[in-house]
């Protein structure tokens, strides 16, 4: 089961900015690194945020994240049509000694 | 260029081992450990567990524990990472990715049906 909690769908128009939030605990954010996963219906996922605010070669600037005690966000600026997918957080869980992926947020641009 | 290449497309009855490869190569970009995450149909993400790709040292989900085989063979500069599945359900019905990294820039294989039905 999962132990991050989102909120299971985002929209905007385009143009528009979009946060999703991803909520732990003690044992998962607060000591830990966050990540965050784009994924498109029937491919494999694509790391777009890696420690709480680094974005990969190739990932644009209008996505960037942060992180604030055991909760974490993703913020979409600008939002196009082609940002239209899953996005999901994951931390490394300490008491758990495993990853833990947050639920899951569909983003929809209307 | 690192590429993680998976078999194919498993249908297995309940209760018959299931058991899926991801051959890597190129540079370790990633880390050393190979990591496994499943989607069942319409659901999130789950990571399963990892293994070293030196050491064969592995983690494993907590839900997994008792019934999933991580296990590594090296040739040269190709590793091959082995998951196993055991007693499997319909439940374990799933895509099944290897990845070189969660929590950093990697790679993804491009994932394996996995379906348990009677």
């Known amino acids: 089961q999962s132990v991050l909690t989102q909120p299971p769908s985002a929209s905007g128009t385009p143009g528009q900015r979009v946060t999703i939030s991803c909520s732990g605990s003690?044992?998962?954010?607060?000591?830990?690194?966050v990540n965050w996963y784009q994924q498109f219906p029937g491919t494999a996922p694509k790391l777009l945020i890696y420690s709480n605010n680094q974005r990969p070669s190739g990932v644009p600037d209008r996505f960037s994240g942060s992180k604030s005690g055991t909760s974490a966000s993703l913020a979409i600026s600008g939002l196009q049509s082609e940002d239209e997918a899953d996005y999901y957080c994951v931390a490394w869980d300490d008491s758990l000694t495993a990853y833990v992926f947050g639920t899951g947020t569909k983003v929809t641009v209307l | 260029q690192v590429q993680l290449v998976q078999s194919g497309a498993e249908v297995k009855k309940p209760g018959a081992s299931v058991k899926v490869s991801c051959k890597t190569s190129?540079?370790?970009?990633?880390?050393?450990?190979i990591h496994w995450v499943r989607q069942a149909p319409g659901q999130g993400l789950e990571w399963m567990g990892r293994?070293?790709?030196?050491?064969?040292?592995?983690?494993?989900g907590q839900k997994f524990q008792g019934r999933i085989i991580m296990t590594v063979t090296t040739d040269t500069s190709i590793s091959t990472v082995y998951m196993e599945l055991t007693r499997p359900t319909t439940d374990d019905t799933a895509t099944y990715y290897c990845?070189?990294?969660?929590?950093?820039?990697?790679?993804w294989g491009q994932g394996t049906q996995v379906t348990v039905s009677s």
């Open positions: 293994i070293n790709r030196n050491s064969g040292g592995t983690n494993y």
């Open positions: 003690s044992s998962n954010m607060r000591s830990n690194t």
């Open positions: 190129g540079s370790t970009v990633g880390g050393l450990y």
């Open positions: 990845a070189s990294s969660i929590g950093d820039p990697g790679f």
